[in-house]
């Protein structure tokens, strides 16, 4: 079975800084485009910035120049590290792999930063 997990999330004010960490259970996941997607309550869920296989990244435009999307293939993991947060970050922040055309989920680490 195959095991995305997530940590990293809390409680952080205004203009404070987070990272996200994402461990996948198998080491084939150094062959997967890993990702990071976010999810407000009763919203859908969506895409925060994504890294290839082979390492090329890509975000969505309000998360340019505050969040950075890494990974360590040696460690099976994958980080987000969110800077200047707003209270609009707000959000369940779940990990997502795409090995072979099979999509995996964590269980999202919660990122809270109040207004």
């Known amino acids: 079975q195959v095991r995305l997990v997530e940590s990293g999330g809390g409680l952080v004010q205004s203009g404070g800084s987070l990272r996200l960490f994402c461990v996948a259970s198998?080491?084939?996941?150094?062959?997967?485009?890993m990702g990071w997607y976010r999810q407000a309550s009763g919203k859908q869920r969506a895409l925060a910035a994504v890294?290839?296989?082979?390492?090329?990244?890509n975000y969505v435009d309000s998360e340019k120049g505050r969040f950075t999307i890494s990974r360590d293939n040696l460690k099976n993991t994958i980080y987000l590290q969110m800077n200047s947060l707003k209270p609009e970050d707000t959000d369940v922040y779940y990990c997502?792999?795409?090995?072979?055309?099979?999509?995996?989920w964590g269980e999202g680490t919660l990122v809270t930063v109040p207004s």
């Open positions: 997502n792999g795409n090995r072979n055309g099979i999509v995996y």
């Open positions: 198998e080491t084939t996941f150094r062959i997967a485009d």
């Open positions: 890294i290839s296989k082979g390492g090329n990244k």
